[in-house]
Structure formats: structure tokens, C-alpha cells
DNA sequence: GAACCATGCGGAGGCTGCCTCCGCTTCCTC
DNA sequence: GAGGAAGCGGAGGCAGCCTCCGCATGGTTC
């Protein structure tokens, strides 16, 4: 949680040039998507593409920069939907949350599926407060009876990944149709 | 519809060329995802690589070369599920092929989502009558009852894809937990 | 304020893959 | 078997990834 405890500062244009590709990183996401070009991203901060890869070695470790607040703000949000009145509304309110958060940059939805999977990933520890917070709003949804109670993590966390990047495949889409998606995906297509 | 009204026919080496290079991408695609390298697969067939790419200009028009064969037999298969007696069933069996069917290949979901909003990509003609056949077998499970009046095509086609896509991204599943992915779809999380 | 050196910088260069272009070869036809 | 249309091949230009190592610079010490 924040657990910033750098053994070391950082030297002054050390810690400005990591702040700029930061900054320019999360511009580039934004507009060309998570293959976004990284010597791009170098140019553009204005360093050499040997600073870009000895701050951030991997793509990912660059992404989970720039996701960072997003992600911690996202668990916060989590939390505190554990103290909703009604556990079934709280659970679907955080998947539609997450999905919004994971259609952020073209891509990113297929990054931190694969992210999940792969423990090794600067992404994942970023993930894991948030995928908790998710098994217990499931947990308390299905102690309330409003929620299946055969339904894992697993195919929950699968499915709402699923949609979401089902949604962010249809560009012309807004947070209304995600919404729809949701409820179908909680309500069933069967007919009642 | 196999519509080969090949103006001219092909040259007795262009034809091996064009058979090597679809049977050599085949194995290729299935080995490394729809993202193979072209050259890898040129090289495969013998052949030099300005040769693949005057069979197959792009890699989707490979790709649907390689798939021609299957999505005939899936949209076959979707005609004849409409005379199946019970249309829910029918709909949720075609919902399967074609998940099954795109996720032949890592990466082949992500593929054919962005073809279906491509008219002018190669594999688009190929899901057409796959697609048409998808929409008379919902509209059939909606006049029946069986399945909620307010789905619409586009929202049954992305859940299906993103169930499929989904689906793709756990490696280690197998055919049984996507039929479970597609009862949780059908039934909903909503506990009865 | 000078001298030292750990920390950090830059970008050339090697690699892979995409795709085009055009001189050369092969097949078909008459 | 000669001519020409059809097809072939791979060099070459481009973009992006990532590494490596000689050089610059900020921080520290006296």
C-alpha cells in the first residue's frame, strides 16, 4: 500500500526524467493504445531510450506507473462498497468500476488479464489489493443470497474481464452500453 | 458461399504455392497465434516472401484462407440448429461452436471482433452468412419465449465474443469450463 | 570550491518483423 | 520451340524492441 520506501533517493535528474516519461507515457497510452511506441515515449520526454528502459525494464512496469493512483483509488472505492446496504448493487457498481478503469487505454483490458496470470508482472501486486476486494464484495453478495452461490472468482473475474473487453472492442460505445452489458450479465439472457 | 469464379485459372505452381503457404500458415498460426511471423511462414512453404504476399496482401486475407473451411461447416451448422426443437438450446450450442471456433488460434477472438466492424477486411464476407444464421437463431429463442425480448444481435454477438475471448485467456481450460462460462451467460449471476 | 566517483544518461547498433518493388524465371500457348 | 503473360524471390527500406558501454553529472566530502 504505497509502500514507497525507495533504499535510496533517487538522484535530482533522475527523478525529474522519471516523472516526465510518466507523464508522457500515460499521454502516448491515452492515443495509441498500450503497444503505444516506447522510444516514442523516450523521445517525447525528451531522454534517450537507454533512461525509458533502466527506470521501467519491462512495458509493464511503465503501464503500472502510470496506473498506479487509478488502481489504489479503485481498491479504496472496493472497500467501501463492502459497507454498501445492498451486496448485490455493491458488486456489480465495483465490476462496472474496474471495467471502466481497464478500458482506460486501447489494450489494456488484454494487458491485465495476461497480467493476472503471470505473478512475475509489475502489474499483478498492483492488482491484488483490488482482486481481494472483489472476492469479499462476491463473498458477502452470495452470503446475502443475491448472488449465485456456485459463481468462483474465477469465472466472475473471467467474465467481467470478458465484457469488458468485449466493450472496449466497440469504440463507438459509451459507459451507458457497458452498463447494459452488466445488467444483462448479472440478470441472464434467459427469459424469465 | 464458395463462390471460386476464379477468372483465370492459377498457374500449376502458384496453385502448390498458394496450397504450401495456406497448410504452412495453418500449423504456424496454430503454433505461435494469429500473430506468426509472415516471413516464418513463407519460409515454411518454400517459398520467397514476395510470394505470400501476392497471394495474400494482408495477413487477415491469410488468416481467412486458412479459416474459409471451418466457418462454411459452422454456418452450416447454425442453419441446421434451426429446426432444433428447442431454440434456447439451439442458440446456446451455436454460441459454443463459434466460440470454439475463434479461439482455434491465441489471438483469434481479438481478430474477428475487429472484422466484424471492418467491412472491408477479407475475413468480414466470411462471418457474414455465420452471422445472419446467428440472428435467425436468436430471433427464433425470442419469439419462442425462451430468451429476453429486449437482446439485441450486437449485444448477444460481443457477450459471446467476450465469453470467447475471455475464454482464450486461461490457457489451461478446456472445452467444459467455457460450456460453464456460456450457462452462467445464459442463466445470469443473480442468484433465483 | 575542488576533486572524486557512484549514479545516471544517451544513442548506436543488432535484431526481428513488415511490406514493396522490380529484374529474373517459369509455365502455357500457338 | 519461341514468345509473352504470369508468377517468383529476396534485397532493401522502415519501424520498433532492447542492450551495452563510454561519457556526463549531481552529490558529497574535505
Same mark, same amino acid.
Given at each position: 500500500?504505497?509502500?514507497?520506501?525507495? *533504499? $535510496?533517493?533517487?538522484?535530482? %535528474?533522475?527523478?525529474?526524467?522519471?516523472? +516526465?516519461?510518466?507523464?508522457?507515457?500515460?499521454? /502516448?497510452?491515452?492515443?495509441?493504445?498500450?503497444? *503505444?511506441? #516506447?522510444?516514442? @515515449?523516450?523521445? +517525447?520526454?525528451?531522454?534517450?531510450?537507454?533512461?525509458?528502459?533502466?527506470?521501467?525494464?519491462?512495458?509493464?512496469? #511503465?503501464?503500472?506507473? @502510470?496506473?498506479?493512483? $487509478?488502481?489504489?483509488?479503485?481498491?479504496?472505492?472496493?472497500?467501501?462498497?463492502?459497507?454498501?446496504?445492498?451486496?448485490?448493487?455493491?458488486?456489480?457498481?465495483?465490476?462496472?468500476?474496474?471495467?471502466?478503469?481497464?478500458?482506460?487505454?486501447?489494450?489494456?483490458?488484454?494487458?491485465?488479464?495476461?497480467?493476472? $496470470?503471470?505473478? &512475475? &508482472?509489475?502489474?499483478?501486486?498492483?492488482?491484488?489489493?483490488?482482486?481481494?476486494?472483489?472476492? /469479499?464484495?462476491? /463473498? +458477502?453478495?452470495?452470503?446475502?443470497?443475491?448472488?449465485? /452461490?456456485?459463481?468462483?472468482?474465477?469465472? #466472475? &473475474?473471467? =467474465?467481467?474481464?470478458?465484457?469488458? !473487453?468485449?466493450?472496449?472492442?466497440? &469504440?463507438? !460505445?459509451?459507459?451507458?452500453?457497458?452498463?447494459? =452489458?452488466?445488467?444483462?450479465?448479472? %440478470?441472464?439472457?434467459?427469459?424469465?
Amino acid at each position: 500500500m504505497g509502500g514507497e520506501t525507495t *533504499a $535510496r533517493p533517487l538522484r535530482a %535528474d533522475a527523478r525529474r526524467n522519471r516523472d +516526465r516519461l510518466v507523464a508522457e507515457a500515460r499521454a /502516448a497510452f491515452e492515443q495509441d493504445g498500450v503497444t *503505444a511506441s #516506447l522510444e516514442d @515515449v523516450a523521445a +517525447r520526454a525528451g531522454v534517450g531510450i537507454g533512461t525509458l528502459y533502466r527506470h521501467f525494464p519491462t512495458r509493464e512496469a #511503465l503501464l503500472e506507473a @502510470v496506473l498506479r493512483e $487509478r488502481f489504489d483509488a479503485l481498491g479504496a472505492e472496493a472497500r467501501t462498497l463492502l459497507g454498501h446496504a445492498r451486496p448485490r448493487e455493491a458488486l456489480i457498481t465495483w465490476a462496472h468500476g474496474f471495467a471502466a478503469a481497464g478500458t482506460t487505454f486501447r489494450g489494456l483490458t488484454a494487458a491485465l488479464s495476461a497480467t493476472l $496470470r503471470d505473478e &512475475s &508482472s509489475a502489474l499483478h501486486a498492483s492488482c491484488v489489493s483490488m482482486r481481494a476486494a472483489g472476492e /469479499a464484495l462476491l /463473498a +458477502r453478495a452470495q452470503h446475502s443470497g443475491e448472488i449465485r /452461490a456456485d459463481l468462483t472468482v474465477i469465472d #466472475l &473475474s473471467t =467474465l467481467v474481464f470478458g465484457v469488458a !473487453w468485449a466493450y472496449e472492442q466497440n &469504440s463507438g !460505445w459509451g459507459p451507458g452500453d457497458l452498463d447494459r =452489458l452488466f445488467r444483462l450479465l448479472f %440478470d441472464g439472457l434467459t427469459a424469465r
